[in-house]
T-cell receptor
Framework: AQKITQTQPGMFVQEKEAVTLDCTYD???????LFWYKQPSSGEMIFLIY??????QNATEGRYSLNFQKARKSANLVISASQLGDSAMYFCAMSENAGGTSYGKLTFGQGTILTVHP | ETGVTQTPRHLVMGMTNKKSLKCEQH?????MYWYKQSAKKPLELMFV???????ENNSVPSRFSPECPNSSHLFLHLHTLQPEDSALYLC??????????????FGPGTRLTVL
């Protein structure tokens, strides 16, 4: 089974509107971290937001917020007031200890291409 | 220089060549990573170094040879590659690998083409 699933290959949104990018994850580890990254066409992966499995509140960073529903194992990214510069590939990723001593292994989903229309 | 830098940004090599990719982080981190991003595939972790020691080798073929001389520098030595090795190679660093909060910060990548 895939550890990170992003079911939306592509999404379109009008400038200034909000958009939600879906992410579901699979782990039996009680301690894990969830991340969202943005990858523009230039290739660089840009860190956007982090949510820890024990965090009680949803993470927010400026226009980005993470809708964390632990029981459903979902960690959707919400981008408010979309801008043209938000057009990029977005990746959901998870780090888990998996009974070991290292959180170094980051597992990525397939990504969602977001296109913002003027 | 700030963040994570990678050189070269683009590389074209023949199957018999030997080349090296360089990564440098200016964040004071202790862990560094190599990832491979092929078309239509998720990012694949290749190697992890924590305090200069390799802690993860994700079954990477021996034609890829990593080197981490110190916590700020990471190299990927390439030899006798195959066309299917053409991909974007991304380097990342994090403070450490101890906690789930250890966010990885990425460089701009090296786009490799093997002819």
């Amino acid at each position: 089974a895939q550890k990170i699933t992003q079911t939306q290959p592509g999404m379109f949104v009008q400038e200034k509107e909000a958009v939600t990018l879906d992410c579901t994850y699979d782990t039996s580890d009680p301690s894990y971290g969830l991340f969202w990254y943005k990858q523009p066409s230039s290739g660089e992966m840009i860190f956007l937001i982090y949510q820890g499995s024990y965090d009680q509140q949803n993470a927010t960073e400026g226009r980005y917020s993470l809708n964390f529903q632990k029981a459903r194992k979902s960690a959707n990214l919400v981008i408010s007031a979309s801008q043209l510069g938000d057009s990029a590939m977005y990746f959901c990723a998870m780090s888990e200890n998996a009974g070991g001593t290292s959180y170094g292994k980051l597992t990525f989903g397939q990504g969602t291409i977001l296109t913002v229309h003027p | 220089e700030t963040g994570v830098t990678q050189t070269p940004r683009h590389l074209v090599m023949g199957m018999t060549n030997k080349k090296s990719l360089k990564c440098e982080q200016h964040l004071g981190h202790n862990a560094m990573y190599w990832y491979k991003q092929s078309a239509k595939k998720p990012l694949e972790l290749m190697f992890v170094y924590n305090f200069k020691e390799q802690t993860e080798n994700n079954s990477v073929p021996s034609r890829f040879s990593p080197e981490c001389p110190n916590s700020s520098h990471l190299f990927l030595h390439l030899h006798t590659l195959q066309p299917e090795d053409s991909a974007l190679y991304l380097c990342a660093s994090s403070q450490r690998t101890t906690y789930s909060t250890d966010t990885q910060y990425f460089g701009p990548g090296t786009r490799l083409t093997v002819l």
